[in-house]
Structure formats: structure tokens, C-alpha cells
């Protein structure tokens, strides 16, 4: 993912600056772990707090002109959740 944003960095600076960020939905997610990890309580905030999160880094990445690799951007992002695994 984040070797095709780094690859693509007008596309979805254009996104972004069009609003279509806050108008995609979460469909499907990992039942086993959202049971694991939130005992399947408060998933809709889960995905929120999760779907902000990496819409924020992905724009801060962009803003900075991609600076990072995309092998940095999911050490980033999983340093964000080390604590859940397990």
C-alpha cells in the first residue's frame, strides 16, 4: 500500500484534498482478532480510531513528500500497535 502512495503521490494528494478520505467505510474485518483484542466489544469505534490513525499518517507521508520508504511507513505503523500482539 504504501509503495503504490509513494508511487502515485499527486493521486491521492488529490484525494485527500477532495474530502473522499472521510467517505470511505470498513466493510470487513478480522472477527478472530477484534475477539482477541476487544473481546469483540466496540468494534465501530475500533475501526474509526483505526481508520483516522493511518489516514493521518498517510497525510503527514505525503505532506513530506514521502521522505520515508514504504518499508519505514509499516515499520511506523506496526510500532502503533505492538502492544495488541500477541
Not at 494528494?13 to 476487544?38: A, M, P, V, W
Not at 469483540?40 to 483516522?52: L, P, Q, V
Not at 497525510?59 to 513530506?64: A, F, G
Request: glycine content about 6%; some cysteine.
Amino acid at each position: 500500500m504504501f509503495r503504490h502512495i509513494q508511487d502515485n503521490q499527486i493521486f491521492y494528494q488529490t484525494y485527500f484534498k477532495l474530502g473522499y478520505d472521510n467517505q470511505y467505510q470498513i466493510f470487513r474485518y478480522d472477527t478472530e482478532l477484534s475477539r482477541k483484542h476487544f473481546q469483540n466489544r466496540f468494534i465501530e469505534y475500533h475501526m474509526e480510531f483505526f481508520k483516522a490513525g493511518i489516514t493521518q499518517i498517510i497525510k503527514m507521508w505525503l505532506k513530506s513528500g514521502c521522505k520515508e520508504s514504504p518499508e519505514d511507513m509499516v515499520e511506523i505503523l506496526k510500532s502503533e500497535y505492538r502492544g495488541r500482539a500477541g
